[in-house]
């Protein structure tokens, strides 16, 4: 029994305001703008939150494209580190342009058709550093890498709890819909057999049709929710979702949770770059000191000897003033900027966790007292409303707001459950786990 009536009979009687709306949904679910959640029903697994998040952790384009990046960069580190490639040089020297002699390659003994080789060498200190900087920026991806798995994770589960509570919202709001209607049926009776008024009638159907009305928004919901969880999961979107909520597992202290925060790979990137900041330094330090370059070459002379030779070139790194130093000091204030950046992060991921953490307690109270005191007192309210009409000490409107209350109790009791889950995976992002003993920070 529930609100008094079998629910059987209440799937047998539904008034006609009742029957127009739930043949108005079924319309639409042969349009398709409902999802086969029926024919799911009969042949898909329900579906979890941790199946939600497993799956939108595979072939997941955000992922894999990150992971390209990264390859692509660890690449570019081995290409930084080389010598530059050597250059072939060749051309015609001291070709006469007058006297008799002029544009003759043969009667002037200076004229050579020339051919060589030339390699720079670049510092090797340099070339060194260059190769880690390139690598640390794979290593900033790889730490984006991780806390893009991290989101995919915390959006696929937000999206799966958006996904439940608006299918529990529907599944509440239809049981209502059902009472109502068996309701509108019963007054029917005892109003054509001068037991009921007609205004009391009349407001159970408006009660009735109300509660259809929720019901169809509900769907509405539903059918956007799910549009968005396909976003993360694809057609799995589809499949019906879980009765219950995961369980929320043992609960960690606020410290340990603050502590993990130091660790998450958000904070780990702005380390990498902190990292890379100072190698600019170091490179930019580097720029003070000159390279140079080896040239070798033949050199072939018509009708007189041919010559070989060697060129050394170096840079002249004399005038610092507006390059050098120019380098280094923003190398410097990048460094700087970098380091307070990461402060600024650490802060603001404190202040996440610790909201999270005060929502969810603050949201896993408020349903333990739904549950001990609020939800019973609202089911006894309709029974004593219900006694107390049927024994003429009380009217019918009195059973029709017991009824609505305790709707609004359990929608808001729903709302309270899934914000308390929304609170603990969003916890689950936001803090790490510390790195094992001997691992690099």
Not at 17 to 25: A, H, I, K, V, W
Request: overall charge negative.
């Amino acid at each position: 029994m529930v609100g008094g009536f079998p629910r059987a009979v209440a799937r047998c009687w539904v008034s006609r305001r009742l029957r127009s709306s739930f043949t108005l949904l079924f319309l639409c679910g042969l349009l398709g703008w409902a999802p086969p959640l029926a024919a799911a029903a009969d042949t898909d697994s329900p579906l979890t939150m941790e199946d939600a998040v497993h799956l939108a952790t595979l072939d997941q384009p955000l992922l894999t494209g990150r992971q390209a990046k990264i390859q692509s960069e660890e690449q570019q580190a081995i290409a930084a580190a080389q010598l530059p490639d050597p250059q072939l040089v060749g051309g015609l020297n001291e070709l006469p342009i007058d006297t008799a002699e002029a544009f003759s390659t043969r009667r002037d003994d200076f004229t050579e058709f020339k051919i060589g080789l030339s390699q720079e060498f670049p510092r090797a200190a340099k070339r060194r550093l260059e190769g880690a900087r390139r690598q640390l920026e794979a290593d900033t991806d790889r730490a984006a890498l991780d806390n893009d798995e991290r989101m995919v994770r915390r959006d696929a589960a937000l999206a799966w709890l958006d996904v439940y509570e608006a299918e529990r919202g529907r599944s509440l709001t239809q049981r209502m819909a059902e009472e109502a209607a068996l309701q509108v049926q019963a007054l029917g009776n005892e109003y054509r057999s001068g037991r009921a008024s007609q205004a009391d009638w009349l407001a159970a159907r408006v009660d009735a049709g109300l509660a259809a009305d929720k019901a169809h928004d509900w769907l509405h919901h539903v059918l956007r929710l799910r549009a968005a969880l396909e976003r993360w999961i694809g057609d799995a979107a589809q499949r019906p979702i879980a009765a219950a909520l995961p369980s929320p597992g043992q609960s960690v202290p606020l410290p340990e949770l603050l502590a993990g925060a130091d660790h998450h790979p958000v904070v780990g990137g702005l380390d990498k770059q902190i990292e890379a900041a100072a190698t600019d330094i170091a490179l930019a330090r580097q720029a003070y000191k000159p390279d140079y370059s080896v040239e070798v070459y033949y050199a072939y002379r018509r009708d007189f000897a041919d010559f070989v030779g060697v060129q050394f070139k170096m840079g002249l790194p004399y005038f610092t003033k507006d390059r050098q130093d120019r380098g280094l000091s923003a190398a410097f204030a990048q460094s700087h900027a970098d380091e307070d950046r990461r402060r600024d992060v650490l802060r603001e991921l404190h202040t996440q966790i610790n909201q999270d953490y005060l929502d969810r307690r603050h949201f896993e109270e408020r349903v333990a007292e739904f549950d001990a005191t609020i939800l019973p007192d609202a089911q006894r309210r309709i029974e004593a409303a219900r006694g107390a009409y049927q024994s003429g000490r009380g009217s019918f409107d009195a059973v029709l707001l017991a009824r609505r209350a305790l709707l609004d109790v359990e929608i808001q009791r729903l709302a309270l459950a899934v914000e308390s889950a929304r609170a603990q995976t969003r916890l689950e992002y936001w803090s790490a786990p510390a790195p094992a003993a001997g691992d690099a920070p």
